[in-house]
């Protein structure tokens, strides 16, 4: 009589514990080896880069004590004229109002060959930039010139003279002037 014996045997059961139990640990422990040495490769290679972030970082504290410090030190009116100063830049910043190259191109367009501006100060009033405009011109017909191209101009609005008054030594006008500026062209 031929007896069968259909439990598993022993070879099975080694083979089931090879292939069940420690292929997917070694599978593991070689892919943590991997993750291991790619980020051990990555520091070594990039090693230059993460102590600049590292110096910058204790740079950007360092400034916010030094900041923190001064506005302390601050009147209250220095300090308002700091904020002010600070929204003006946020605002244009964020809200990109102001793109320096266009408005000089545009000024450039409206300056006749006698006048010469001196000082460009923006600011921000009801949502608008307004620019206060310091400059010299050899005659008043030259200023009234330049403020009638500022008029006829697409991008300005509102041009009038604030201030005027002869240089002694060169004889030449000096003016200031105020101009909205904003429409785009």
């Not at 099975?12 to 640990?25: A, S």
């Not at 600011?123 to 017909?141: F, H, N, Y």
């Not at 500022?150 to 105020?178: C, G, M, P, R």
Request: net charge positive; with cysteine.
């Amino acid at each position: 009589m031929i007896h069968i014996d259909f439990s598993p045997q022993p070879c099975n059961r080694k083979r089931d514990n090879f292939y069940g139990v420690w292929i997917p640990i070694a599978i593991l422990i070689l892919i943590t080896v991997l993750n291991i040495v790619v980020f051990i490769a990555y520091r070594f290679r990039n090693s230059d880069i993460h102590q600049q972030i590292s110096s910058m970082d204790s740079e950007i504290s360092l400034l916010q004590d030094k900041t923190t410090a001064s506005g302390m030190m601050l009147s209250r009116e220095k300090y308002k004229v700091f904020i002010q100063k600070y929204n003006f830049l946020n605002h244009i910043t964020h809200k990109k109002m102001l793109r320096w190259s266009s408005l000089l191109n545009s000024l450039g367009s409206a300056l006749p060959p006698s006048v010469k501006i001196t000082v460009i100060s923006p600011s921000v009033k009801q949502g608008r930039v307004s620019l206060s405009i310091s400059g010299e011109a050899l005659t008043k017909a030259d200023e009234l010139l330049f403020v009638a191209n500022l008029q006829k101009s697409i991008v300005f609005d509102d041009a009038f003279i604030d201030f005027e008054a002869i240089d002694a030594a060169t004889h030449n006008l000096k003016f200031s002037l105020s101009v909205r500026y904003g429409r785009t062209p």
